[in-house]
């Protein structure tokens, strides 16, 4: 009877001890989903540079572009700045075409940018809106969401194109 009850208590500690160990495991499972989700989720953002892609979101035939020089500040260009770009892919028959070089506003920003009110705002995407050398732009139409930051930068224009402020 002994020898029964000893052997009971052994598969009784086992199946705790499994069980703390399947525990372990799924928590520790957990965690790493946790850690990498959080590190994807904290991608680093930043200004748009010299070689930052940005998708083009008005009808001038572009469909993206690369930025060639921020022209004003040293880090890079943020939202309403003008940059310098190339034309990397265009649309046949557009008024652009691909290895033109052209002047383009920053619409959208995947880097964020505090608002007076203590808000922020970011966009998942880099956009921009090509323009002349008088900031007007060259486009008919702007597709997609623009920040009313644009009005401070004297982009009023852009503003009146664009089917959502945001």
Request: charged letters at 25%; glycine letters at 10%.
């Amino acid at each position: 009877m002994a020898s029964a009850l000893a052997s009971k208590s052994l598969r009784v500690g086992r199946s705790l001890l499994s069980g703390l160990n399947n525990n372990a495991l799924g928590l520790q499972r957990i965690s790493q989903d946790i850690i990498c989700s959080s590190i994807l989720s904290q991608q680093q953002r930043t200004f748009i540079q010299m070689r930052s892609n940005l998708k083009v979101v008005d009808n001038s035939g572009a469909k993206r572009i690369m930025c060639i020089q921020a022209l004003k500040g040293k880090k890079g260009a943020r939202l309403g700045d003008t940059i310098v770009a190339s034309v990397k892919e265009a649309q046949p028959g557009g008024k652009v075409k691909k290895g033109d070089v052209v002047y383009a506003v920053v619409v959208r920003a995947a880097m964020q940018r505090g608002r007076c009110d203590g808000s922020e705002v970011k966009f998942d995407d880099n956009a921009a809106v090509l323009v002349n050398k008088q900031g007007e732009p060259i486009g008919t139409r702007v597709f997609g969401p623009v920040p009313h930051e644009l009005r401070k930068k004297k982009h009023i224009k852009i503003l009146s194109l664009a089917g959502h402020i945001a």
